[in-house]
């Protein structure tokens, strides 16, 4: 089955610094590629997505790259904020007799340092 | 809209007890999954609904059921509490034919004790 794993486990920043957060996933077949936020005591929300067909997308700080070669995708945040202080999780999509199955990597708590 | 909406909030079992995770969403989606959340472990699939009438496996199934209901509705039924599933359990829907976001509900926290 899909197995997704997410590096580093625990991540410290400097504010204004970048942060880098990588994932591998085992199924090729997988195709769509998600990275979630979740802050302490809520629910995990969308950031930011990435489809097989595309290497890379930006959205303001935030960007994902995707190696589909090496099934590898990378989260990336720009001039860090205290309020990317969070966990993230990235997750992988495969389309499994008719039904998209969401499996998510482990996830990384990222601290922002004032 | 209230989007994915999880009853209850939290709840404290004892062990061998039996209860269910209730879930619905408003927003006409096909898909429907439930996790659970452990420290250093993400988010891990317990089973998910691919549409009304259909659930298969994740990662995770053991000492769970489920049950889809309608396309709104899709529950989690523990039999026989163990301490083990002491866990945050999210629901979670997503559109389905085409990879689009998924929408969480706000997470239950079960404690079995």
């Known amino acids: 089955g899909e197995n997704v794993e997410q590096h580093p486990s625990t991540l410290s920043v400097q504010e204004g610094d970048s942060a880098v957060i990588k994932c591998t996933y085992s199924?090729?077949?997988?195709?769509?590629f998600p990275w979630y936020k979740q802050e302490l005591g809520k629910r995990p929300q969308l950031i930011i997505d990435?489809?097989?067909?595309?290497g890379e997308k930006k959205d303001q700080r935030i960007a994902v790259t995707l190696n589909k070669t090496a099934k590898h995708f990378s989260l990336h945040i720009t001039e860090t904020q205290p309020e990317d202080s969070a966990v993230y999780f990235c997750?992988?999509?495969?389309?499994?007799?008719?039904?998209?199955?969401?499996?998510f990597g482990q996830g990384t708590r990222l601290t922002i340092n004032p | 809209n209230a989007g994915v909406t999880q009853t209850p909030k939290f709840q404290v079992l004892k062990t061998g007890q039996s209860m269910t995770l209730q879930c619905a969403q408003d927003?006409?989606?096909?898909?429907m999954y439930w996790y659970r959340q452990d420290p250093g472990m993400g988010l891990r699939l317990i089973y998910y609904?691919?549409?009304?009438?259909?659930?298969d496996k994740g990662e995770v199934p053991n000492g769970y059921n489920v049950s889809r209901l309608n396309k709104r509705e899709f529950s989690l039924r523990l039999e026989s509490a163990a301490p083990s599933q002491t866990s945050v359990y999210f629901c979670?829907?997503?559109?389905?034919?085409?990879?689009?976001?998924?929408?969480f509900g706000q997470g239950t926290r079960l404690t079995v004790v």
């Open positions: 979670a829907s997503r559109r389905g034919q085409v990879n689009t976001e998924a929408f």
């Open positions: 199924d090729s077949a997988s195709n769509y």
């Open positions: 990435i489809r097989s067909n595309v």
């Open positions: 997750a992988a999509s495969i389309r499994i007799q008719g039904a998209q199955k969401l499996v």
């Open positions: 927003m006409n989606h096909n898909s």
């Open positions: 609904s691919a549409s009304e009438g259909t659930t």
